[in-house]
């Protein structure tokens, strides 16, 4: 079995930092992409930012400069740091991983963390 877990979220002023971990576990064989995805109410879920094997870096253009995607392959986690963050970046966040195990290959996904930002 494998699973995604993530943790971090919470409430946070405009202008205020947060960081989300990500920690996959199972009888996984290997991890190709790890990603983090948003979805705000009412809107569809959207790339906010992924990291491949072999460290190439994608971020969605609202969030440039201002997040920092991470990993650390050997513990199987990935990280956001997000900082000046605006009340637009409130949303359920989700961790993905598109990965190789013993028991199944593909995309797993979190369950999800919240993130709020307001004053």
């Known amino acids: 079995q494998v699973q995604l877990v993530e943790s971090g979220g919470g409430l946070v002023q405009p202008g205020g930092s947060l960081r989300l971990s990500c920690a996959a576990s199972?009888?996984?064989?290997?991890?190709?992409?790890m990603n983090w995805y948003r979805q705000a109410p009412g809107k569809q879920r959207e790339l906010v930012a992924g990291?491949?094997?072999?460290?190439?870096?994608v971020y969605a253009d609202s969030v440039k400069g201002r997040f920092t995607i991470s990993r650390d392959n050997a513990k199987n986690m990935v990280y956001l740091q997000m900082s000046s963050l605006k009340p637009e970046d409130t949303a359920v966040y989700y961790c993905?991983?598109?990965?190789?195990?013993?028991?199944?290959?593909?995309?797993?996904w979190g369950q999800g963390t919240q993130v709020t930002v307001s004053s």
């Open positions: 990291v491949s094997s072999n460290s190439n870096i």
């Open positions: 199972g009888d996984i064989i290997t991890i190709f992409t």
């Open positions: 993905n991983a598109d990965l190789l195990s013993f028991s199944r290959g593909g995309r797993i």
